[in-house]
Each structure stands twice: as C-alpha cells, then as structure tokens.
C-alpha cells in the first residue's frame, strides 16, 4: 500500500518534477519574445533556474540520505531538526514503496550522482544556445534525469520498464536538438536503437512474467508477478524460460549502456549531439543502465550467476557478461585508436570504459559474500568516478568546439599555449579515464582488477590490463595535440565560467577521490546491504 | 651512517616527497613572467631534498639495521593497503643518488627557456614519484609513485626534446606502461596468492604463504613489469630512443634514477617478495643479461651520435646491475646497488656534458662533425674523461668498486656468465676513449666552436658535484658499502634460506 508517509521517500523525484515543470512554465508565462537578445535571455533564465534547482535538489538528496550527517536520536525538537528528522525519515530504508520502488542505499548513492550529473551538466549548457524554445531543453534534461532516479530504485518489471522509457525519450529529443544533420541523425538512430532495445527487454521481461504466473496459477495479488524478489523465489530450480528472459533483459540493458556488440549506435549518436547532452548521456544515462543492470541480475536473477572461471565451470549471466566484457575492452579500445574527431574518440573511450564496468558486475560470480560485497563496491565506485570524469573531458571539449567551432583532434592543438587552465584540467580527466594514479580512475580500475581477479575472472584482467595500456595510446593523442602541437593562432582561447567551474568540480572530485577513496567508500559499502538479498 | 641522531617525531620521508610537491604547486601560481623566480624556487626545494635525503643518509643507524623512520598510516585498511614508508640501506643509497641528480639536474635546466612553468612542475612531480617508489613499503603505494615517475617524462620529452622527440616519448611511454601493466598482474597474484590479502612488503616478505608454483607463474610478469624500465634485454629499445630525445636534465634523471627504478622494484617487489619464483627463473635472466651487457656496449661502439652512445652504454651497464641480481649472492647484491649509484651519477654527468655544455652551444652531437672541443671547453672535457674513466671501471672512481663486487659476486653463481660479459669491459674502453678522442681532442672541424659562449656557473656546480661524488666514492667506498650491506644483507638471505621454509 502506499502511504503519505512514503511521500518523503520519492522527495528528489518529486521535486525533479517540480522543477522541471516550473523551468517550462516559467517560459511558457514569461514569453519575452524570439530575438536573439531575448532568446539569450530566456535561456540564460532557464538554465540558471535549473541549475540552481538541481543543486538545492542535491543538497536535499544529501541531507535526506544522512551520510554526512545523521540527526541523532536524542536531539532537542526545534524547527530545523523537525525539517530534518522529517527529511531524514524517507532516508534509506528496508521495504520497497508498493513493492515497486525501493529506497534503499543503492538508490540514494545513484540518486547522488544522477543529480549530480545533471548539476553538472546544467553547469556546461549555461552557455549553449538552444535554438529554439530554451525551457524545453532543460525540462527534458530534468525529466530524463528523474526517470534515471526511478530506474536506480525500481524493484518491479513495470516500473523498470517506464523507468527506462522516462529516461530515454527525453534523451532522444536532447541529441537531436540542434536539428543540424548531425545532430536529426543522432536523434533519429538513437531513437530506433532505443526502441529496437525497449523491445528486447520488454520481450524479456514479458517471458519473466508468464513464467511467474503459471508458476503461481492464480495465487498472486497485485503486482506480485512481476517484482524482482518473487521471481529470484521461483527461480530456484532454473528454468530455460527464465534464462532467455534474463538474456533478452541484458541485450535490452546493453543496448542502453552501449556495449559490444550492442554498441553500434553510440559513436555516431555522440558525436551528433550537442556535447553537453554526450556528457550527460555517456555519463548518467551509461550509469544509470549499469546500476538498473545490477540490481535487476543480483536481486531478480541470483540463482543463475554462475561463474567466470575459465575452462572450470563457465555459465550463468557472469559468464556472458564476462565474454562481453572482453569484447567491449578490445573493439572499444581498438577502434577508438585511428579516430580524428575527438567527441568520437571519447565516445569510444566510453564503450571501451564499459567494459571495465563489466567486470565489476562479472565479481558477482566470487563464491564468498565478502568478495561480492566488494565487487559491488568497486562497481560503484568505478561509476560515481566515471561520470565525473566523463562529464569533466566532455565538458572541456564543450568548451573548445564552443570557442573553435569545431571538435576534431586537431581543433585542440596547442590549447596547453592559448588556454593553460582548461588544457590541465582536461588532461586531468584524460588521464583519469586512461587510469592514471593518483587521480580517482587509477584506484577505481585497480579496484575493478582486484574484484575481478578475486572472482575467478583473472584471465580477463589481464586482457583487461593490456587495453588499459593500448587505451593510453589515444588519451596521450589527446595530450599530445593539446601540449606539443603548435596552436593555429596564437590568441587566448576563451572558456566560458560555467564550463569551467564544472569542469573543476569534477577535476577536484577526481583528486580527492583518489587520494582519499575511503571519504566514499565507506558510504558506498553500505550498498551491499541490498545487494545482499 | 649514525654519525647524527635525527629527533623521532618529524615525519621525515614524507617530507623528503612533499619538499617536491610543495614547489610544483608554487610554481603553478607563479605568474609566467617571472621565469628566474620559478627556477630558484625550483632548484631550491631541489637543493631542499637532497639536505633531507643526506640528513636521512646520516642519521641512519647500520648497527640496528632494518628498516628505520617508519610511518604507518591507515589509508584503506579495508583493503589492506597502507600509507607505509621506511628506509634500509638500499633505499637510502638511492635516495641520496635521486637528491643529487634533481639538484644537478635543476641547475642544468636553467637555460630553458620555452615554458618553463610546465616543465618545472612536471620535472618535480616526476622526481617526487621517483622519491616516493624508494621509501614506499607498500605495494599498492610503491606502484602510485612508480607511475607518478613515469608518466611526466612523456610530456617533458615530448615537449622541450630535441631528434624525434615525439616518437621517443610515446615509444618510451607505451613500454613503460605496458611494463605496469605486468607489474600489476603480478601485485594481484601476490595479493590473493599469498591470501593475506595486504600490500605491506614487510608482511608480505616475511611470511612468504604464496605457492611455490604460483610464485614460478607470476614472478615473471612482476619481475619483467620493472625489468622493462631498467632496459633490459630484450625490452630495452625504448631507452636509448628516449633518452636522445628527452632534454638534458630528464635524460639525467632518466638514464640516472629512472631506470635505477626499475632495477629497484625487481629487487624489492619481485625478488623479495618472491624468493621461491626467484630462485627459479634467475639462471634464465641471467643469461639474457648477457646481451645486455654485451650487445649494449657493441651497439654504442657503432653510434655516432654522442647521446646514442650514453645511451647504449646506460642498457650495458644497467644489464651488469640486472646480472648481478640474478646471481643474488649478498657480494652481487651489493655490487648491483653500488653500479646503480655509480652509474647513475657518471651517466648525469655525461648527459650534463654532452646535452647540455656541448649540444645547447654546438647544436650537433655527431662524433665526426665535433672535435677540439678540449680546447675550448677543458672543464666539460675534464668531466667527460672522468666519467668515461669511471664508466671503464678504473680504479679509484664509483664504477670500479662496483663492477668489481658485481663481477666477483656473479663468479661465485655463473662463472662462465662472468666470462663472457667481461667482455664488455674492453669494449667499453673502446667506445668511451674513441668518444673521448672525437670529441675533444681531434682537430677542430668547425671554426666556429672557437668561439663558443662560455661556461655558466650552473654548468660548472653541477658536473663539479657530479665529479667529485665519482672521486669521492671512488677514493673511500665504503662510505656506502657499508650502508647498502647492512640492505641487502636479509634480502640475499631471504632469497637463499626461504626456499628450504617454504619447500620447492
């Protein structure tokens, strides 16, 4: 049943909407008109509200979550600490809302950083210039970011289904915006690969359901048929239904979260989009599918694990994930290597980071609880970090196609001479992404290795390994063009401040995060508390 | 040394690491104009350095032995990965060798004139990663810093080197990163394979719970990880490519500490920790050590270009490091740190002549094209003919005590292996006398080296350290010997008395 007090607990995804419809009506009422002095305006208007509305929304997630801190017990009753005490109610807890959507840590820490993205993200477009009108395009990044919220809880077919859907949609319209022919074909194949994938796992989940039911022959209510836990219950034995259910669901995911062999739309639909979109759709969006991937296989699908260990006793999704995984790393690592366009390059750099994502979920497969609650924990990590990074080498490319007009290799030469600050913290991420310590990839990818290893999958760690070294190939292309190569004309390249503040975020994020990867590790443990079911 | 009591409380090997990390942030607020300022700032936290590693030398006491100036700290216990640093006699011996070469380096990069923010910020990153790898006991930290000092090197030569520089930088790069990537196959194995699931060397060598065939498996991959940085056969073309490219003060480093590096973490990670996996493969890397030796020091003997020769000859006489560790004897052990810091210094100081007081004037580094430059420039002649003589192994300098140990040491083991890399010695001779005569002494080919600008006061300090750090060591040995003994005396136990505890 729900209740008014599961209210606080969707909070964030309600004030999402909020938000979202409050940056539309604010246009909508204030129509200034469509100059161009005007039109500046109204974006200008739009973003800020949505920027600002997205970082008090953080905030709030942030207290709500109780990870900094945790109203204790014992504290007097005044006006701020019933806020709080009321807040901190809908904080992590056991039982999912209708059996639907569980607001459990795993939620909060997604919730943390799908948020955090699209501030980040908000922060990168307050320069952009949607060409016609401006709202829309913030109100979609909203409500494709509260679809990402309730992808990250949803515990029940059908909410993962129009989970996925919220999220998509409104990314589609987002890559085709600029209605440029790029930017229509971006739009376009993301769309048709989008609902080829929504097939497939609606597929999936459809053979799922039919096999709940005629399991349980008329003993169910409600939305028993199609929760994730009622179907783990029933899968005890194993069955080829629910196998191809589960493979139907991980090529749908896949789909979503780009990995080889399903990977075939992302390189041209990030390279089409406006970039700040790409940053947000290789960051959140890729984050969000792994963290729905996760849950669906560990709560829905524990039985049919099975293992990654060679020649022993592969089978099981960790297996096919597993020989995904090695695909992912060396077709994203080999074809990002003669790419020219940089948006390109690092949007095969994000496949091939996909498959160092892999592995964690492949950790599934450790025999010992203890080693699994690691492998959550390092998947986890890897993705809070990769967002940050992906979001902060996207965003600096933003800033250069901005100014230069374009986004190839060649468009970065010389950078390090016209804009030293941008140059660093861009090389910073680069670096990062290519796994380089002390910076926050480093100890994330070391993490995956570590959790991969242990789980029996160490052949694939070191194929793993050896990407990582061909991968640095074409970050250091990167650093090249923007450190050694002569720049095209000598003048200061101008970086807008809200690329810059974000792109710094996210650089300060990754150095904190790799020196001290306890500040979060710690609340990220708590996650395999769910994972644990 | 024990000649000084240092107070217990200072946490001093982090602040030998920070005196480097404090400066290349200072510098990157320093506004780009003031370049004189960023090169005192530079070279005086480079100064700073070596003051606290000499303080460290000094303040060492060989009686107790072990490892001394211990700091622990928790960083993700969870993990069983510490923020460990202490020193033994190895350590320090490179600890003082990697002070003396960023000091004498940042003096011969005073002339650099095209951004020197950067390059700054980047020569002192990479020296803080190279002092963080020899006081690092923890693996996971040791392998940090080991990246931190490989990865700059490919900007600062990519940046301010000189023959195809960005062909040597990425070359250099992808072998030193494909080298980690080995090493980090061989830091898991030991992680889980020895199931005590921590990164603490100290822990981890004492009880050595790891198989002995997982050890014979996975000693290769951690063994060649740092081999590949110390130049060894068959992984070693990216070294002289690099270090003709790479400005003079980087080759310094490189050819001097850098590649010390790699032989370091041989002998620290791979051999230490696994003895069984050791004894195994030794006799078989020994042999390659032999082309090291030998074909490093025929090829120098075919360049032509000055640098090519250092460089060559650096792959010769890193292979004689590589051989004596691979005959694991206490005597070649010794030996093998003694060349290190012996060949470290010399190659500084024949990269400082010939990069910096020859090149930066001449503008060529061929042998046929330069000649008579003892004439013009007899202080960069002066060092040259003492490094060379040093490099030869001439009694009373560095390189002899220490080819001598390491000689004696790989007779007890392989005496026909000594033989034929003996070899190496008249060879050496030839190529560093024939680059002698060429370059000073042959007739001036060119009027208008004449001519050429004199000496800076920042050429003549730091060859004059270099030199006299040769003279020194040449003339009283055991100013180190004793130290690096009272290192390596447990690590040739371990690798000889740790096979009967653990079983074959």
Known sequence: MFQLTDIPRILPEILLLVLALLVLGSDIFERWGSSDAARLERVRASAQLTAIGLGLIFVIALIQSGYVYTLPDDAPANFFTNILRNLQAGGPGPQPIIGAFATDDLTMIARLTFIGAAFLTSLLCLDSHPNSNPAEFYAMILFSTMGMCLMAGATELVMIFLAVEMTSIPLYILAGYFGEARSSEAGLKYFLFGAMSSALMLYGMSLAYGFAASALAGNSVANDLTQLSKIAELSGQGSPLLTMSMVLIIAGVGYKVAVVPFHGWSPDVYQGAPTPITAFISAASKAAGFILLFRLLTVAFPSLAGSAVFGESLGGWTSLLALLALLTLIVGNLAALPQTNAKRLLAYSSIAQAGFILLGLVAWAAPQQFDRDQGTSALIYYLVVYTLTNIGAFGALAAVSLAVGGDDVSDLNGLARRNLPLAVLFAICVLSLAGVPPLAGFFAKFYIFMVGWQSGAWWLVIIALFTTVISLYYYLRLLKAMFMEAPATDEPLPAPAGIMSAISIAVAALLILGLFPNLVLGIISRVQAVAGL | ?504
């Open chain 2, 1 to 504: 040394m024990g000649l000084i009591t240092l107070p217990t409380d200072i946490p001093w090997l982090s602040l030998i690491w920070l005196s480097l990390v404090v400066p290349s942030v200072l510098i990157g607020v320093i506004p780009n104009s003031q370049k004189q300022l960023m090169r005192i700032v530079g070279t005086g936290f480079a100064f700073l350095s070596l003051v606290l590693s000499l303080l460290l030398f000094l303040g060492y006491q060989p009686a107790a032995g072990g490892f001394q100036f211990v700091e622990r700290l928790d960083w993700m216990p969870q993990l069983g990965i510490t923020y460990l640093l202490g020193v033994d006699g190895i350590s320090l011996a490179m600890l003082v060798l990697n002070g003396v070469v960023i000091f004498t380096g940042a003096l011969m990069s005073w002339n650099i004139e095209s951004r020197p923010k950067e390059y700054w910020v980047l020569l002192l990153l990479l020296t803080t990663g190279v002092y963080g790898v020899f006081v690092s006991l923890d693996l996971f930290l040791f392998f940090v810093f080991y990246e931190l000092a490989v990865l700059p090197m490919y900007l600062l030569i990519g940046i301010w080197g000189s023959t195809r520089k960005e062909y040597g930088a990425m070359k250099l790069t992808m072998f030193l990163m494909a080298g980690s990537a080995l090493a980090i196959i061989g830091m898991l194995a030991i992680y889980f394979g020895s199931g005590l699931r921590t990164f603490d060397m100290v822990v981890l060598a004492r009880n050595v719970t790891m198989s002995g065939d997982l050890q014979r498996i996975f000693f290769p991959p951690l063994f060649l990880g740092f081999a590949v940085l110390a130049g060894m056969f068959p992984f070693h073309t990216w070294s002289p490519t690099g270090h003709v490219a790479a400005p003079t003060a980087v080759s310094m480093l490189h050819a001097g500490v850098l590649m010390k590096l790699g032989a370091y973490g041989c002998l620290r990670a791979a051999m230490w920790l696994m003895p069984v996996g050791a004894q195994y493969w030794l006799p078989t890397i020994a042999v390659l050590t032999i082309l090291n030796v030998v074909y490093g020091a025929t090829i120098a003997m075919a360049q032509r270009d000055a640098k090519y020769i250092i460089g060559y000859s650096s792959v010769s006489h890193m292979g004689l490091v590589m051989m004596a560790l691979a005959a694991g004897t206490q005597i070649a052990l010794m030996g093998a740190v003694l060349q290190m810091f012996a060949h470290g210094v010399m190659t500084a100081l024949f990269f400082s002549v010939v990069g910096r007081m020859i090149y930066e004037r001449t503008h060529t580094r061929q042998l046929p094209e330069l000649g008579g430059l003892g004439k013009v420039m007899p202080f960069a002649a002066v060092m040259f003919i003492l490094g060379g003589l040093s490099s030869m192994g001439m009694p009373g300098l560095a390189g002899f005590w220490a080819e001598f140990a390491i000689f004696i040491g790989v007779w007890e083991k392989y005496p026909l292996i000594a033989v034929i890399a003996a070899i190496s010695i008249p060879i050496t001779g030839a190529y560093i006398l024939r680059a002698v005569y060429s370059v000073f002494f042959d007739e001036v080919k060119n009027p208008e080296f004449l001519t050429l600008p004199k000496l800076t006061w920042q050429e003549y300090t730091g060859a004059a350290i270099l030199g006299a750090i040769l003279i020194a060591v040449g003339l009283y040995p055991s100013v180190l010997t004793e130290i690096i003994n009272t290192g390596v005396a447990p690590l040739a136990r371990q690798l000889n008395d740790v096979i009967v505890a653990v079983g074959p």
